[in-house]
């Protein structure tokens, strides 16, 4: 059973700043795919960063610059750095595994079978 727990979620101005975090047992950190997702209301779950075991990144469009998506093995965390964000940032965030990378120019929600119940990001202008 693969079990993510998010955590750092949180309201926070335009501009701000904000890291989003995310527990899971160690080898799952070590050697899984993993990604953040983030998801608002009516809309689909939209892919926002992906990390796979040899740490090479992988960004949407929409936050590269911005997110930072790092792991940290010896915690056995993920973690989702976000800064200057913006109020269309604004959803819930989810956390995301995979035994396996599937290769893609995309982080689609369909790649991944572990998720987390999500943590709440809200940035008002």
């Known amino acids: 059973q693969v079990q993510l727990v998010e955590s750092g979620g949180g309201s926070v101005q335009a501009g701000g700043s904000l890291t989003l975090s995310c527990t899971a047992a160690?080898?799952?950190?070590?050697?899984?795919?993993l990604a953040w997702f983030r998801q608002v209301p009516g809309k689909e779950r939209e892919g926002v960063a992906r990390?796979?075991?040899?740490?090479?990144?992988l960004y949407a469009d929409s936050v590269k610059g911005r997110f930072a998506i790092s792991k940290d093995t010896a915690k056995n965390t993920l973690n989702l750095q976000m800064s200057s964000l913006k109020p269309e940032d604004t959803a819930m965030y989810y956390c995301?595994?995979?035994?396996?990378?599937?290769?893609?120019?995309?982080?689609?929600?369909?790649?991944?079978?572990?998720w987390g119940q999500g943590t709440q990001v809200t940035v008002s202008s």
């Open positions: 990390i796979d075991k040899r740490r090479s990144v």
């Open positions: 995301a595994a995979n035994i396996y990378c599937i290769i893609s120019s995309s982080i689609a929600s369909h790649h991944f079978g572990y």
């Open positions: 160690g080898n799952i950190v070590s050697t899984y795919c």
